[in-house]
């Protein structure tokens, strides 16, 4: 079956950095589009990056510049490198099959669990 993992959040200063992985499995990784979407507590989910399935990026406006999105398709995993965080980037990051942008998440999307991140002194 699909399996989306997350990993590679936890607590970091603000300025620092993380890698965010999302191991993939159960279907064939290289043909699909991907997102990262993150959600805040008490905020409604936000899609921050994408990628196409050739690996061109896609940036929300406000993670541009320090947000980089990159896949190995070789490996079937997804990675969001965050840098200079910031505390509003408090949330819980979860990547998503097969959508390379959306406006609102699918019920029906296939999405991981998550792996959380909170930026703080």
């Known amino acids: 079956q699909v399996q989306l993992v997350e990993s590679g959040g936890g607590l970091a200063q603000p300025g620092g950095s993380l890698r965010l992985s999302c191991a993939t499995s159960?279907?064939?990784?290289?043909?699909?589009?991907m997102s990262w979407a993150r959600q805040a507590p008490g905020k409604e989910i936000e899609w921050v990056s994408g990628?196409?399935?050739?690996?061109?990026?896609l940036y929300t406006v406000s993670v541009k510049g320090r947000f980089t999105v990159s896949r190995d398709n070789s490996k079937n995993t997804l990675f969001l490198q965050i840098d200079r965080l910031r505390p509003e980037d408090t949330a819980l990051y979860f990547c998503?099959?097969?959508?390379?942008?959306?406006?609102?998440?699918?019920?029906?999307?296939?999405r991981g669990q998550g792996t959380q991140v909170t930026v703080s002194s």
């Open positions: 998503v099959k097969g959508l390379s942008r959306f406006e609102r998440l699918p019920s029906e999307a296939v």
């Open positions: 159960g279907f064939t990784f290289s043909n699909y589009a």
């Open positions: 990628t196409y399935s050739d690996g061109t990026p």
